[in-house]
Nanobody
Framework: QVQLVESGGGLVRPGGSLRLSCAAS????????MTWYRQAPGKERELVAA????????NYADSVKGRFTISRDNAKKRVYLQMNSLKSEDTAVYYC?????????????WGQGTQVTVSS
């Protein structure tokens, strides 16, 4: 079955860096776009960054452009989110997502999330 397992979250001071990782299994990882989302307390889940199957195209939320970098290693079936110059407003649970085909269309698959807290 499809599994997405995030890791790498934690507590970091403003201006610091973290690298999140998402390990994927149960599907042909190299064939699909992968996306990072986040959800802060009391807010809706929002797209942070996405990367196409071969890694040739990326997309970022305006709020993280120039600070975050998404990448992937198809051989290792992992997608990464390098987060630099972190701000308090980056505090959220970060989720890895894959939209995959099913018999009736497409389904979104999610990991359990990893908490990122930016605080002094």
């Amino acid at each position: 079955q499809v599994q997405l397992v995030e890791s790498g979250g934690g507590l970091v001071r403003p201006g610091g860096s973290l690298r999140l990782s998402c390990a994927a299994s149960g599907f042909t990882f190299s064939s699909y776009t992968m996306t990072w989302y986040r959800q802060a307390p009391g807010k809706e889940r929002e797209l942070v960054a996405a990367i196409t199957s071969a890694g040739g195209r990326t997309n970022y939320a305006d709020s993280v452009k120039g600070r975050f970098t998404i990448s992937r290693d198809n051989a290792k079936k992992r997608v990464y989110l390098q987060m630099n110059s972190l701000k308090s407003e980056d505090t959220a649970v970060y989720y890895c997502n894959a939209d995959l085909p099913i018999l009736t269309g497409w389904a979104g698959y999610w990991g359990q999330g990893t908490q990122v807290t930016v605080s002094s």
